[in-house]
């Protein structure tokens, strides 16, 4: 536990000796009770937020996040890249105020995080920062109650994990599924093996095909997509080279929104990422994946000879489609990027 003075006890204190002083020189009774009232304000002022602090046991009861609209419905409850992310500590009985924060993640890196208390709840909001893991460790609890002479404050044990996503967003229909056939010649919706990710409930749908968790989740009626294979999936391949932060961002953002084209269109996919063994056919798989790719990290390696590559090396983004190649500046949003995408030959 750390105690730090704060500007008023050097004023208290001199308060306090200038009425003993005065008392001293007088023999005025009242002001020797002045001055012994005082140097008690201290000795409250300051075991009080030793109390105070030790006794609080913040446990992280839920959290919600707000930002990114992501247009795949089944995504809401995921957190992506920029979102304020809010986390609910629950105190325990009524106790004098608190302040939580920063956090302290695992790997010693300190977050700042602005919190409120509500009653017997404490609100703590922080940036979820770029998309990767968030691994916190600790919070640190703090109080000055209830004079403000010292500050006591100590970190609190309280794991939060969570995975923070890549932003995304569909391209245009006639390009939705990252080829250049119409949308649902490469495969037939209904009922098959492939699995493509959830979607809303519509008119005719089957209720077996419903996803309860997921529909619980999100308050609207979710069902199981799928395909029937066919020998015209696409297959995209995500490269990290040596790349500048940017032009890596824009590389696994586009490469989510090709993926998530599928997704809508109906059409099976399948995607090499870095530091994956495997190819991955699942959206939410992939999606998770993608948000723990970086540079350096090889790739599991693909049987298809028609794949859609995305390569990130230095402050550019190649997408290369069959013999063409189209070179992007990592500069550009991802909107941008898209739309270039959909005016190539």
């Known amino acids: ?40 304000l201290v000795v409250v002022g300051t075991i009080a937020p030793l109390i105070v602090v030790r006794r609080a046991r913040p446990r992280l009861a839920r959290f919600s996040r707000t930002g990114f609209v992501p247009p795949l419905t089944q995504d809401r409850g995921r957190i992506f890249a920029g979102d304020l992310l809010v986390l609910v500590y629950e105190m325990g009985e009524t106790q004098p105020p608190v302040e939580l924060g920063p956090l302290l993640a695992k790997s010693g890196r300190t977050i700042a995080a602005g919190s409120r208390v ?17 691994d916190l460790d600790a919070v640190r609890v703090a109080s000055s109650w209830p004079l403000g002479v010292v500050r006591a404050e100590r970190w609190v044990r309280a794991e939060f994990s969570a995975v923070v996503h890549p932003r995304y967003a569909l391209p245009p229909d006639d390009r939705r599924h990252g080829t250049l056939e119409p949308v649902g010649a490469a495969a037939v919706r209904g009922p098959g093996d492939e699995f493509l990710g ?18 619980a989740r999100t308050g609207t009626l979710m ?27 824009l590389a696994v953002g586009l490469a989510a929104s090709l993926a998530a084209g599928n997704v809508v269109a109906g059409v099976p996919m399948g995607m090499s990422i870095p530091g994956q063994a495997r190819v991955l056919r699942r959206w939410g ?55 270039a995408i959909q005016e190539a030959p």
């Open 1 to 40: 536990m750390r105690v730090r003075p704060t500007r008023r006890l050097p004023g208290l204190l001199f308060a306090a000796l200038t009425f003993y002083i005065f008392a001293t020189n007088s023999q005025v009774i009242w002001l020797y009770l002045v001055a012994a009232l005082m140097a008690a």
């Open 118 to 134: 509500a009653g017997t709840e404490a609100i703590v909001e922080l940036d979820a920062g770029a998309r990767g893991a968030i």
């Open 198 to 215: 959830l979607r809303e409930y519509r008119s005719g749908d089957s209720q077996r095909r419903i996803h309860w968790p997921t529909s």
């Open 223 to 249: 069902v199981i997509e799928t395909a029937q294979e066919s020998s015209n999936s696409t297959h995209y391949e995500l490269a990290l080279a040596a790349a500048d932060a940017p032009a890596t961002e």
């Open 285 to 339: 798989d992939v999606l998770d994946a993608l948000a723990v790719a970086f540079p350096g990290e090889p790739a599991a390696a693909s049987r298809s000879r028609d794949s859609i590559k995305v390569k990130a090396e230095g402050a550019q983004v190649m997408v290369n489609r069959g013999d063409s190649t189209q070179v992007l500046d990592g500069g550009l949003d991802l909107a941008e990027a898209l739309a």
